[in-house]
C-alpha cells in the first residue's frame, strides 16, 4: 500500500527510469507477494501475481501513466494540457521522454504474467 501510492504520484515521470532501478521495486513487490502469501520459494513469481491478480510494477507504472496523460490533455488549464501532449521524436532520438513509456514493449516478466492473467480471466468465465 505505502509503495502504490508513492509510485501512482510518480509515475508518469519515474516510469521511464533505468531498467535497474525498476528491477529493484519489482524485486521489492515479489519479496511481498512471498511474505503476504507464505508462498514456498520454488513457487514462481509470475504465478504469485496471477493468483493475487497484481500487475507488475512497469504495467502498473504503465498503467498510471496513460490515466495521467489522458486527464492531463483534456485538462481545463492550457499550461496543463500543452504540457502533456507529446510529439514522439524520431526513432534515432536518444532522449527518452516521460510519455515514451505508454509506447514501450512490455519486459518478459511483465508479458509472462499478463498472459497467465488473461489465463486466469478466460477459464474463470
Not at 502504490?4 to 516510469?15: G, H, I
Not at 529493484?24 to 514462481?44: E, G, I, M, P
Not at 536518444?94 to 497467465?116: G, Y
Request: charged share 25%.
Amino acid at each position: 500500500m505505502c509503495i502504490r501510492t508513492v509510485l501512482t504520484y510518480e509515475s508518469p515521470v519515474f516510469a521511464h527510469g533505468a531498467p535497474n532501478t525498476l528491477k529493484k521495486l519489482q524485486v521489492l513487490q515479489n519479496k511481498f507477494c512471498r511474505a503476504a502469501t507464505d508462498a514456498h520459494w520454488c513457487v514462481k513469481n509470475s504465478l504469485l501475481h496471477r493468483d493475487l491478480d497484481l500487475p507488475s510494477i512497469q504495467k502498473y507504472m504503465k498503467d498510471a501513466s496513460e490515466r495521467f496523460f489522458s486527464i492531463a490533455e483534456s485538462h481545463p488549464n492550457q499550461l496543463l494540457s500543452a504540457a502533456a501532449s507529446y510529439e514522439a521524436p524520431p526513432p534515432y532520438h536518444f532522449i527518452r521522454r516521460p510519455r515514451n513509456i505508454i509506447t514501450d514493449p512490455p519486459d518478459d516478466f511483465t508479458a509472462e504474467v499478463e498472459t497467465l492473467r488473461e489465463l486466469n480471466k478466460q477459464n474463470d468465465d
